[in-house]
């Protein structure tokens, strides 16, 4: 698509004899307009020929084949979109062919894009370029949404390639878990979770993802039915990788709606233990540790051992104290907020 | 140490190494530069800056094709910089500037991208009523996308324009809540991954609904400050890389809670009292709030509309008490790391600044690393309108910014001066 356009010379509207009947309507920016910016004139044309369709309330096969020109230059161009779904849906055109259309887009337009970002379209990261991507993302779900189920294994498997280049593809994943919602295919989404976090254990989109399928998916019995066995999954990958913070969430997040149930956990005191035992990379160990303890947590004399053991001498006979303390101490950069749930524990007397 | 275990680095470790390469090595210079030359390094590029600015409401170049659809942004990216610097607008700018906006609007009302394109979100009451959805949440135009981001536009400027009321926030509260996720941060819509833009645009609507204490906050703070690094500045989402833009997003909620203190206060104390684990019941406002309020105090006005749902609130006031709210004093993120940063990382020389070294300026970090450098050096004031003391400011005290709204992130002087024309209307 991309060598395509470069072969082919763009020929200006005004010399098509299909447009010969339209005025085109130039953009009214007035006399002294601020932030101008300076137009290429096939852009400028392009957009002019576009406002006048527009305002004309045009449904026509070269009203949306202009729109797919406009959108090319611009993808982040809501208000052509939002007109093409108007003529979409007046010409009753087949969306199968409009999904095509889409995926072109979002590949052929990371020349376009290069100019904001060095990644291509469908990588980008900062919110601005995520103005297109969410425009973009926003239409697909329209066209997905019309054609129902039969784009269930189109959609699952477009998301799949966009996050196989961006695993953290914010409108990507939102886009995949609409699909997922509005016309299913949960059967394999497990799995695929399993795999990117496999793949990269510090993904936390699949992590964030992973909550959404077991906590939505039709298919798995919810959050109390899989609590037991994702304890175990998500305690392995602390094990593994303990400085990971995105396992220590989740781990949280499953007892989200039950913090009785985090505290008596067996698993969950144990997991800090263990890690605690190992000296190194125990910030998340502690922070949990202390957020158990304000819950109602009882630790065990080997917990306190262990904890007042990496306190300097001055350990406090409160153990909340010394795991602020300690943190102070070993996470610098959040020494003030450490010091700052310190002053706020309850006053043992 | 990563050797020892022989584990294969991941693509998050990669980059995240990259990242610290880079940014280590620019504070192993500045640390290894002579005494006298470290205050020119972490001097603010004043003029540059304004240079850079003043260029752009000029000119921009064909590469901002791609944000035809965005123009009213560009204008705000760069005026609300130029007003942090204290710089003020002339005259013919100011008109120039009025008359690109009006040619912005439409016939219904709201305000497009660009002249003549459809609305985004309206001054018009009856145009924001209508970009509402039954699920409460707002749309960020026309048959667009509901999502937080189109909430908070919708609450903040129906709150500047007075305008905010019972239909408009209906069920707003529910949308957001249902958004705030396992991890503590708040996501874009409901299951998505928390993220700190949607953090803040959740945090502050919720703030000027009067409903912030239906947000779980003791996660809500938990997860803001784990996004601070070892590279001093923020990250948008765990695992994920530093950015300079997140100096205001992350950096402004932590503004925003130090003036809801008292209701962070009661959460700790009763940790199992919050709403946000129901993602679909019924909101029942307040029930955090009874029984502690022998911990009134100056926040007093943040719990009168949680407390009891006949309680009538003026949403229109809240913004304005805000500010006049007594601050939590102790900080809990690092300011100075993170203006070290902004400062030394995210600014370009030439002009201008960056999500991080490497990356080239643009208008949108330019306006949000200005942002959170402002929001640290006023983030343990504790009167918003006085002069920083000389140690909230790092580097030379020239550079000192204006102070922002928090909640509307608009320069003081200017939120205080639109309230009051909008008072009158």
């Known amino acids: 698509m991309d060598s395509d356009e470069e072969n082919q010379p763009w020929i200006p509207l005004s010399q098509r004899l299909e447009w010969s009947d339209v005025t085109p309507v130039p953009q009214n920016d007035g006399p002294n307009p601020v932030v101008p910016i300076a137009y290429q004139d096939h852009f400028t044309e392009t957009m002019d020929y576009f406002r006048a369709i527009f305002q004309a309330h045009e449904r026509s096969p070269r009203a949306l084949g202009l729109t797919s020109e406009a959108i090319l230059l611009n993808p982040g161009h809501y208000t052509v979109w939002q007109f093409r779904r108007l003529v979409l849906e007046a010409l009753s055109v087949d969306l199968h062919g409009e999904l095509d259309f889409t995926e072109t887009i979002a590949k052929g337009n990371s020349k376009n894009y290069q100019l904001w970002v060095k990644k291509s379209f469908l990588a980008i990261s900062s919110l601005v370029s995520n103005i297109s991507a969410d425009t973009y993302r926003h239409h697909r779900r329209w066209v997905a949404e019309k054609l129902g189920t039969t784009a269930t294994s189109k959609e699952l498997e477009f998301t799949k390639k966009i996050l196989s280049l961006d695993a953290k593809h914010y409108h990507a994943w939102s886009h995949r878990q609409w699909v997922l919602q509005a016309l299913g295919g949960w059967e394999d989404e497990l799995n695929y979770c399993d795999d990117l976090i496999e793949e990269d254990v510090f993904n936390n989109s699949a992590w964030n993802q992973r909550y959404f399928v077991i906590t939505r998916s039709p298919l798995l019995g919810g959050l109390n039915a899989m609590r037991e066995s994702e304890v175990k999954y998500t305690v392995n990958a602390i094990i593994a990788r303990p400085e990971n913070e995105s396992s220590w969430r989740y781990l949280r997040g499953l007892y989200r709606d039950d913090n009785q149930s985090w505290v008596n956990a067996p698993a969950v005191s144990s997991i800090c233990l263990k890690v605690l035992s190992t000296k190194t990379n125990h910030v998340f160990a502690l922070s949990t540790l202390l957020d158990l303890i304000s819950h109602g947590f009882h630790p065990s004399q080997e917990l306190r051992d262990i904890v007042n053991a990496l306190s300097t001498p001055e350990s406090d006979s409160d153990l909340a104290r010394t795991v602020c303390t300690v943190l102070e101490d070993e996470d610098p950069i959040r020494a003030d907020y450490w010091k700052w749930r310190k002053s706020k524990l309850p006053q043992v007397s | ?425």
């Open chain 2, 1 to 425: 140490m990563e050797s020892e275990t022989q584990v294969v680095p991941t693509v998050t470790e990669r980059e995240q190494w990259m990242v610290e390469n880079d940014v280590f090595h620019v504070y192993d210079l500045f640390a290894n530069a002579p005494r006298n030359v470290k205050p020119q390094l972490l001097k603010l590029r004043r003029e540059k800056h304004l240079e850079y600015l003043n260029g752009g409401l000029r000119y921009l170049g064909p590469s901002f094709c791609v944000l035809d659809a965005n123009r009213p942004w560009l204008c705000y990216w760069i005026l609300h910089s130029l007003a942090l610097l204290g710089e003020p607008l002339d005259a013919g700018l100011e008109s120039k500037t009025i008359d690109f906006l009006g040619r912005c609007q439409d016939q219904e009302g709201g305000y497009g991208g660009g002249p003549g394109q459809a609305s985004k979100i309206s001054k018009l009451y009856t145009f924001l009523l209508q970009m509402k959805h039954p699920s409460g949440g707002f749309r960020m135009h026309d048959g667009g996308e509901i999502d937080v981001r189109a909430c908070y536009t919708a609450i903040s400027v129906a709150s500047i324009l007075n305008i905010l009321d019972d239909e408009l926030v209906h069920n707003v509260g529910n949308y957001i809540l249902s958004c705030q996720t396992y991890e503590g941060g708040i996501a874009g819509e409901p299951s998505s991954e928390a993220h700190g833009g949607y953090t803040f645009c959740g945090l502050a609507t919720m703030i000027l609904i009067n409903e912030v204490n239906r947000l779980d906050l003791t996660r809500l703070i938990d997860w803001l400050v784990f996004r601070q690094g070892r590279e001093c500045g923020f990250q948008g989402r765990t695992n994920k890389l530093v950015d300079g833009c997140y100096s205001f997003w992350q950096g402004g909620s932590f503004a925003l809670l130090r003036r809801v203190g008292s209701l962070i206060d009661a959460q700790l104390v009763m940790p199992d009292a919050g709403e946000h684990c129901t993602v679909s019941g019924t909101p029942k406002q307040g029930e955090i709030l009874e029984g502690t309020s022998s911990q009134v105090d100056k926040t007093s006005q943040f719990r009168q509309g949680g407390l009891n749902g006949s309680c009538r609130v003026n949403y229109n006031d809240i913004g304005h008490s805000f500010i006049s709210t007594c601050p939590l004093l102790e900080p809990l993120f690092n300011s100075s790391a993170l203006q070290q940063y902004i400062l030394l990382c995210s600014q370009v020389q030439e002009g201008g600044l960056r999500d991080k070294p490497g990356k080239s300026r643009d208008y949108y970090h330019t306006c949000y690393c200005l942002s959170g450098l402002s929001v640290c050096q006023y983030y343990q004031s504790e009167d918003d309108e006085a002069l920083p003391s000389r140690s909230a400011v790092l580097g030379p005290y020239s550079n000192q910014l204006e102070p922002v709204h928090p909640l509307f992130n608009v320069v003081l002087k200017q939120y205080y001066e639109a309230h009051e024309f909008f008072r009158r209307q």
